[in-house]
């Protein structure tokens, strides 16, 4: 079976400094990766995903993941952190039928001036 | 333009009064997800329908049920609530298709008295 995890479960960063949350996924055949965005008291939004071809995929708000099957992770990163980036961060991978998805655990991310 | 809509989105109800969560979509999309998310947790897959097929989780209670009318909505029935039950329920659509992206509604936290 697929899983998810996802190392630290709180990041902390000051605003304007380097965001990096940490997935890594287990999976017997090539996998298709997500990160989701979730703010308080909201469904989860896409920030993007890796399906087939470039390795490094770019999202919404300037968010990009590099897919590394060597490492078998799947890291997010934002160069330059804003406090509207405050919020919980889900790693997730396609599983089976019917696109049904295995999220990891989740990574709070608080920005701070 | 909202996509994937859930009402209401806060539900209090009292313990063992049945209560039903309602989702509907505008994306015509073939598959409907219910997640349950308790506090600072992943989302939890309960079942999902593929048109009017429906898929329980292995580890889903009897407890929940769900029902899908039509193409674009779905409820989610909790027969008998207990406190363990208070959570965050999210509704999602997806084609269906690996690698496709599952889009979210806002979700209806449930209180349960």
């Known amino acids: 079976a697929q899983s998810v995890t996802q190392l630290g479960s709180h990041v902390s960063v000051s605003e304007g400094a380097l965001v990096l949350l940490r997935c890594n996924y287990s999976?017997?055949?090539?996998?298709?990766l997500f990160w989701y965005v979730q703010y308080p008291n909201q469904g989860l939004q896409l920030l993007l995903k890796?399906?087939?071809?470039?390795?490094l995929v770019k999202g919404i708000n300037g968010f990009e993941a590099e897919f590394k099957k060597s490492e078998t992770s799947f890291h997010l990163t934002k160069p330059s952190a804003h406090m509207s980036d405050a919020a919980e961060y889900f790693c997730?991978?396609?599983?089976?039928?019917?696109?049904?998805?295995?999220f990891g655990a989740g990574t709070r991310l608080a920005v701070h001036p | 333009d909202a996509m994937v809509i859930q009402n209401p989105r806060y539900q209090v109800t009292q313990f063992g009064k049945p209560v039903t969560l309602s989702c509907s979509q505008t994306l015509n999309h073939n598959v409907m997800y219910w997640y349950q998310q308790k506090s600072s947790q992943a989302p939890k897959l309960l079942f999902h329908?593929?048109?009017?097929?429906?898929?329980n989780e292995a580890d889903t209670p009897d407890n929940f049920q769900s029902r899908r009318p039509n193409t674009s909505f779905c409820f989610l029935d909790i027969r008998s609530p207990g406190l363990g039950d208070a959570a965050m329920y999210l509704c999602?659509?997806?084609?269906?298709?690996?690698?496709?992206?599952?889009?979210f509604g806002p979700g209806t936290r449930l209180l349960v008295l």
């Open positions: 997730a991978v396609s599983e089976g039928g019917y696109n049904k998805l295995i």
């Open positions: 999976s017997s055949v090539p996998p298709y």
């Open positions: 329908y593929y048109d009017k097929d429906f898929n």
């Open positions: 890796y399906t087939t071809g470039a390795t």
């Open positions: 999602a659509t997806s084609t269906g298709q690996g690698g496709e992206t599952q889009y």
